[in-house]
């Protein structure tokens, strides 16, 4: 079993920037894919971004220049360095992880392990 524990979440004005983190225990080692994806009331889910087992990111198109995705393998934290936010960024940012599905935004909906969530606000 893997935990995930998401925090860094919170209330921001339009422009300014967020970062996120999760941190993960239990069973996961490195080659693990992680990433975030989003939900906001009224709206389908949205994968935001994912990092592979060899550090390579893919963001989905409306967060590419502003999302980073980055992981610490020293201590299996994730983190997603939000900047430039706008209020459509607003939402509830899920930490998930997983081993056996492809590690691409599109599937993180699916992906085995979830965090309980952290809630973004973007106020203008």
């Known amino acids: 079993q893997v935990q995930l524990v998401e925090s860094g979440g919170g209330s921001v004005q339009v422009g300014g920037s967020l970062r996120l983190s999760c941190a993960a225990s239990?069973?996961?080692?490195?080659?693990?894919?992680m990433g975030w994806f989003r939900q906001a009331p009224g709206k389908e889910r949205e994968g935001v971004a994912v990092?592979?087992?060899?550090?390579?990111?893919i963001y989905a198109d409306s967060m590419k220049g502003r999302f980073t995705i980055s992981k610490d393998n020293g201590n299996f934290t994730l983190y997603l360095l939000m900047s430039s936010l706008k209020p459509e960024d607003t939402g509830a940012y899920y930490c998930?992880?997983?081993?056996?599905?492809?590690?691409?935004?599109?599937?993180?909906?699916?992906?085995?392990?979830r965090g309980q969530g952290t809630q973004v606000t973007v106020s203008s």
């Open positions: 239990g069973h996961i080692d490195s080659n693990y894919c």
């Open positions: 998930v992880a997983d081993t056996l599905r492809p590690c691409t935004v599109g599937w993180t909906f699916d992906f085995s392990y």
């Open positions: 990092i592979g087992s060899d550090g390579t990111p």
